[in-house]
């Protein structure tokens, strides 16, 4: 069942500078409109995750999501009568590829790798007039060199407002609760 397809494009920072702040994860579907041969992107879903186990968790959720919408697992949705069942098809198909995808230990453990060096994830899955695309890639951000670091100033004792003039927006909490105990 190895016939989807994972790339990954670009190259890690190697320079050290960059610290990675997060991963964006990104679901698309890609096909032609309907009376044209335009190809045209759709996006499905997008996710900021703050770990390459929660980028990898979101991605596999929304694999077997688009699976269960195109072709609903007999063996997780009670409705699903055995007089409905048929026999699985030789040929894998999209969502077949999409929940293995998301299911298999091994998958998961070479994505986990790929995106903890640094490098973007990328699963294409073809499906009939249709191209489902899981996405993974690390958002960085550069950290100044220490030699050109500002200090912060030095606390003067003055409220920080975000507005000048102002020093806050809230009621002042009353000194006595309004709750009195029954005997």
């Known amino acids: 069942m190895e016939t989807h397809a994972r790339t990954a494009t670009g190259s890690p920072e190697q320079s050290g500078t960059a ?21 045209v992107p759709y996006v499905l879903g997008t996710y900021p995750a703050p770990s390459v186990r929660l980028a990898l968790r979101w991605l ?10 195109l072709d609903p697992d007999p063996d997780r949705f ?10 699985p098809v030789p040929v894998p198909d999209c969502p077949a590829e999409l929940r293995f995808w998301a299911d298999d ?4 453990q070479e994505a986990c790798d790929q995106l903890s060096e640094g490098a973007p994830l990328s699963v294409v899955i ?20 220490p030699e050109s670091s500002t200090a912060l100033p030095a ?10 003039g102002r020093t806050s927006h809230r009621k002042p ?3 006595t609760g309004w709750l009195v105990p029954f005997l």
Do not use: F
């Open 19 to 39: 610290t990675p702040a997060g991963y964006w994860c990104e679901v698309l579907a890609e096909g032609e409109v309907y009376g044209t041969r335009e190809r």
């Open 60 to 69: 596999q959720g929304q694999a077997r999501r688009i699976a269960d919408r």
């Open 78 to 87: 009670a409705w699903v009568e055995s007089w409905m069942r048929v026999d």
């Open 105 to 108: 230990p091994t998958e998961h």
């Open 126 to 145: 073809p499906d009939n007039g249709c191209r489902y695309t899981l996405t993974v890639w690390p958002v960085t951000v550069t950290v100044p060199p």
């Open 155 to 164: 606390d003067d004792g003055q409220p920080t407002s975000p507005r000048p």
């Open 173 to 175: 909490r009353r000194k």
